[in-house]
């Protein structure tokens, strides 16, 4: 979609917004997004599958409830398939800010980049704390660990430790593998609403303000562990971070993500150790 098939949609669909001026189209895998007179944002799905998206955003945003003072999509457009376009679309006021990237962020004060965390695990704490209601339709997002509580984890990694017996560094990934699961609670779930996919672009910073303004793209929310957030902070932005977002997280389960994320830390700290027992690299 480019611009001039954006504005004729938009005209037709609705005339009271004059649509002198659009940018774009900012173009991700599941949407076609412009900039309409600096003020809407709006959002062509690309197909049927991201069109269930952007319902599922529909459905689940309005209801979201926020103390942390960071907005999201507000949408109050809503556009209907035609002729000229035959999905549905909609729009939001566009919310100020920049994505905030590592080199952004990583340049900031201290007291100002705890401020930004603590902000982040704020947000995220509402979200999670977000009701599955049985009206909104969200797919199940479950991260291996947690699997059965963790026992087919547990018993896929006996069994790769066992295959490495003969191996030379066979004492140190015994001593891995003992570490990784010494703390059995660690691998039991919470079922919550997740973003899904958060990445720098989605998560907005205002220079001026010092402050994150806003999270972008619910496309991905689905129903998992809230520790799937936290992993995708920690790729983002590095684990040390991901502890202070914590100190803004006010659930009672912040003290088991922190545990969580230590053992991911131990992980990423021994990768190539890890890959090599699930079987990704040679034992030799």
């Known amino acids: 979609m480019d611009t001039d098939e954006a504005r004729a949609v938009i005209a037709e669909q609705f005339p009271g917004i004059p649509a002198r001026t659009l940018t774009g189209p900012r173009s991700g895998t599941s949407n076609w997004c412009f900039l309409v007179d600096g003020e809407w ?9 991201a069109e269930q998206e952007l319902g599922r955003e529909l459905m689940v945003l309005p209801r979201l ?7 999201f999509p507000a949408y ?45 695990g704020g947000f995220l704490a509402d979200l999670h704390d977000h009701p599955l209601e049985t ?5 199940r997002s479950p ?10 984890f547990r018993r896929k990694l006996n069994e790769k430790l066992y295959e490495h017996r003969h ?37 907005l910073f205002c220079p001026e303000r010092q402050a994150v303004t806003g999270f972008l793209d619910f496309g991905n929310l689905c129903v998992g562990d ?41 992980v990423l700290e021994n990768l190539a150790d890890f890959r090599r027992l699930i079987g990704l690299h040679s034992t030799s």
């Open 41 to 49: 944002i709006f959002r062509f799905p690309k197909d049927r599958e």
């Open 65 to 71: 409830r926020t103390g942390s003072g960071v907005a």
């Open 76 to 120: 109050e457009l809503f556009g209907e398939p035609s002729e000229r376009y035959p999905l549905r679309f909609a729009a939001y006021r566009a919310i100020p800010g920049e994505g905030l990237r590592r080199e952004i962020l990583e340049r900031l004060p201290a007291a100002v980049r705890g401020r930004i965390a603590q902000q982040i």
């Open 135 to 139: 009206g909104v339709e969200l797919r």
């Open 143 to 152: 991260i291996e660990w947690f699997t059965n509580g963790g026992r087919d």
């Open 167 to 203: 191996h030379p560094d066979f004492p140190r990934f015994r001593d891995l593998f003992r570490r990784l699961l010494d703390d059995p609670e660690i691998y039991q779930q919470e079922w919550c609403v997740v973003h899904g996919d958060l990445k720098a672009k989605h998560i």
């Open 226 to 266: 809230g520790f799937a957030d936290f992993l995708h902070l920690a790729d983002i932005y590095g684990m040390d971070f991901c502890h202070l977002a914590l100190r803004g997280y006010r659930r009672p389960t912040a003290p088991l993500l922190a545990r969580k994320l230590r053992k991911a830390q131990l």
